[in-house]
């Protein structure tokens, strides 16, 4: 029988005032990006090192507590909200770069370090860490949801970035997985298992991560489209020539007006795909040019593109505030984001399906993508005094992820499952789904380690 009350009283006389029970930290911590409800945990530990995680977690199973792993909170599918109660672990404290490994293009991290703070730590060697999601997450929070984004077209997700990592286990050992050699035949790779976990079989306290050079010429550019289909078919046709492609975002007209009012620009009200190349001055030329021919040949407007990092820069920073700037143009709203991934060649298909869906309902939306890997996000609103316009949000998500499914594709390819999506699992993975809930009970017998989360355990 769990006894939370106990194990926070065993971590407080291990860490003292890091161990925090105020409403307000508790608070923070009940919070999520979503419409989830709020559920503060009843304690929330900052420990700073690997030790430290593992006398916390040994404590909580002494004592059945729940445990929930934080890193800054962005999930969209309520993976930080503890929705047993328990000990939220925030490993916002842990947050130092250990090594850079310059010539093996590797760094050796904590799980608190941010993308953005380890790409400015990089910028004197010439490296950089590829994986970008737009949100500053903590790279612990991000391997655990095998995050993607905007560059996994050409870099891939957390998955083809992380060689190795040190893992608190749910009774408190201490292991290791992966090497920092880029292949190994040896054993099962665990360190694939643990990325995208959702903090399910235990708590990341360090990672290797792979680095990338910085490229010699990396071209930024914006076009137009008559239509989204127009858009998307230009994507399509871009990935099955095989162009290398660093970004291919896709914006709608919501999306568009939204950054124009948000971030001072004054693009045109229709659908637009953001792209960058990188590589060779003379591979992005050729890169460039490639893109322009396809563009042309679907009714695309002025393709404007840039080499200047100031304009890059603004570019992409915009993209990254579109779901801030669309949530800001729809005032008192209340935003549902969800996203599905789909087989490039079923992509223009799925959009326009879910383009119907939203015209039929009236439903406000904004519909915007890492088109590249057919994978795309639609941002519904509703008022929030109007409980039957989220409702109708949902069963909209419901026929995305249907339809996903139908077409061999995925309900996520980026937010992951947290409580959110667990409904699909049997649908998506069918018996497979068993083996998932057999590992869950071999490494977690007592389901303390984020319970609730990803696969159902009952």
């Known amino acids: 029988m769990s006894d939370i009350a106990a194990a926070i009283t065993e971590i407080k006389a291990l860490l003292g005032d890091r161990m925090n029970t105020s409403k307000s930290m508790r608070d923070l911590h009940g919070q999520n990006e979503a419409y989830f409800d709020h559920m503060p945990p009843d304690g929330v530990a900052f420990p700073r090192t690997t030790q430290e995680v593992s006398d916390i977690v040994k404590a909580c199973a002494k004592h059945a507590c729940p445990i929930i792993p934080w890193g800054v909170g962005t999930s969209l599918e309520a993976h930080a909200l503890p929705i047993h109660g328990g000990i939220t672990i925030d ?59 905007t560059t996994a077209v050409r870099y891939g997700t957390m998955r083809e970035n992380v060689f ?7 009774d408190g050992r201490i292991v290791r997985t992966g090497t920092r050699a880029k292949k190994s035949s040896a054993g099962y790779d665990l360190t ?29 550019a914006v076009c137009d489209f008559p239509t989204i289909n127009d858009a998307v078919n230009v994507v399509i046709t871009a990935v099955q020539m095989g162009i290398p492609m660093a970004r291919m975002e896709l914006i709608d007209e919501t999306s568009i007006r939204a950054i124009n009012a948000y971030s001072n620009f004054d693009y045109p009200t229709v659908p637009h795909l953001f792209m960058e190349f990188h590589g060779s001055d003379v591979g992005v030329k050729d890169q460039s040019e490639s893109m322009a021919s396809i563009i042309s040949e679907f009714g695309g407007g002025d393709f404007q593109w840039s080499t200047k990092t100031e304009d890059r ?71 929030p ?74």
């Open 313 to 383: 820069n603004r570019l992409w920073a915009a993209r990254h505030q579109a779901y801030n700037a669309t949530k800001a143009l729809f005032p008192g709203q209340l935003g549902m984001s969800t996203d599905i991934c789909v087989p490039i060649s079923k992509l223009a298909q799925a959009i326009e399906d879910t383009q119907n869906d939203l015209n039929e309902c009236g439903v406000t939306a904004a519909i915007i993508g890492h088109v590249g890997d057919g994978n795309y996000h639609t941002l519904m609103f509703s008022d």
């Open 164 to 170: 190795a990592m040190e893992v608190v286990m749910p």
């Open 385 to 458: 005094n109007h409980p039957e316009q989220l409702a109708l949000n949902k069963q909209l998500a419901h026929r995305m992820a249907e339809r996903a499914l139908e077409i061999h594709g995925t309900v996520t390819g980026e937010h992951g499952i947290g409580v959110g999506k667990m409904k699909y699992m049997a649908q998506e993975h069918g018996d497979a789904l068993s083996l998932m809930v057999d590992i869950k009970r071999a490494f977690d017998p007592q389901n303390i380690m984020n319970p609730g989360k990803m696969v159902p355990m009952n």
């Open 192 to 220: 694939k298992l643990f990325i995208g976990s959702e903090g399910t079989l235990g708590i990341i306290t360090e990672l290797t991560l792979r680095l990338q050079g910085q490229p010699e010429a990396i071209a930024a």
């Open 91 to 149: 490993m916002t404290e842990m947050n130092q770069v250990l090594n850079v490994l310059d010539q093996d293009l590797l760094a050796v991290v904590q799980p608190g370090v941010t993308r953005e703070s380890l790409n400015a730590e990089l910028r004197a060697t010439g490296l950089f860490f590829p994986v970008d999601p737009g949100a500053n997450a903590t790279l612990g929070g991000m391997t655990a949801t095998r995050a993607s984004g």
